[in-house]
C-alpha cells in the first residue's frame, strides 16, 4: 500500500487499515524506524499512578502467597487486595 507525505511529513492511515485495527480518534501510536523501515504500533498508555497501583496489588498478592494464603479464582485475589 503507498501513502502520500504532507506539508510537514504528515500521512493519513488507510480507512481499510484503521477499521482493520480498530484505531480510534485520540489513540496512540509507537513509531519504529530499524533498518530504514518506519513501523507504526497501537500501543496503550498507562498513567504512572495505575502502574504504581498493580504493582502493589502484586506486591501484596506475592506476599499473601509467600505466606501460605493459595487463590483459586482472580476474583479472590482481588478480594483479599
Request: net charge positive; no cysteine.
Amino acid at each position: 500500500m503507498i501513502i502520500d507525505v504532507k506539508a510537514k511529513g504528515q500521512i493519513a492511515l488507510p480507512k481499510e487499515v484503521v477499521k482493520s485495527l480498530k484505531i480510534a480518534k485520540g489513540d496512540r501510536l509507537e513509531l519504529v524506524v530499524e533498518n530504514g523501515v518506519i513501523t507504526l504500533v497501537p500501543v496503550v498508555v498507562t498513567p504512572k499512578v495505575v502502574v504504581k497501583e498493580l504493582k502493589d496489588a502484586v506486591t501484596k498478592a506475592k506476599k499473601n502467597v509467600g505466606n501460605g494464603e493459595a487463590f483459586v479464582k482472580v476474583d479472590e485475589v482481588i478480594e483479599k487486595l
